[in-house]
């Protein structure tokens, strides 16, 4: 399995991203998709999931109204659209994917088992 995430930019307080991650490797529309981010200096933490067929989302709060996730499974892509974006949500974001099929594995990073190389996102105060 492989996770290519691309989008990251750097971007001014208020501005807006859209970040992209293409699987391959296996059947995309049976697992669930993850966000993850790391800021230096700090662990990595979860900031979407999708589930297989689109039909929940979840969200660490701080993101909550700001962010959305999406996936297209004709593309075999998961999208995170970024808006609002605040200094404090600067990080490296990294697509993630469990093992399991057809089951949300929550919200803790050693549940996700496939991860992308990471994009960076770089807010400007």
């Known amino acids: 399995v492989q996770l290519q995430a691309s989008g990251g930019g750097w971007v001014q307080t208020g501005g807006s991203l859209r970040l992209s991650c293409v699987a391959s490797?296996?059947?995309?529309?049976?697992?669930?998709m993850a966000w993850f981010r790391q800021a230096p200096g700090k662990e990595r933490e979860f900031v979407a999931a999708?589930?297989?067929?689109?039909?929940?989302?979840y969200y660490t709060d701080s993101v909550k109204g700001r962010f959305t996730i999406s996936r297209d499974n004709a593309k075999n892509t998961v999208y995170l659209q970024m808006n609002t974006l605040k200094p404090e949500d600067t990080a490296a974001y990294y697509c993630?994917?469990?093992?399991?099929?057809?089951?949300?594995?929550?919200?803790?990073?050693?549940?996700?088992?496939?991860w992308g190389q990471g994009t960076q996102v770089t807010v400007s105060s």
């Open positions: 490797g296996r059947t995309f529309n049976r697992y669930v």
């Open positions: 999708i589930r297989w067929d689109g039909a929940s989302t």
């Open positions: 993630a994917a469990p093992k399991a099929s057809y089951l949300y594995t929550g919200r803790a990073a050693r549940n996700y088992d496939y």
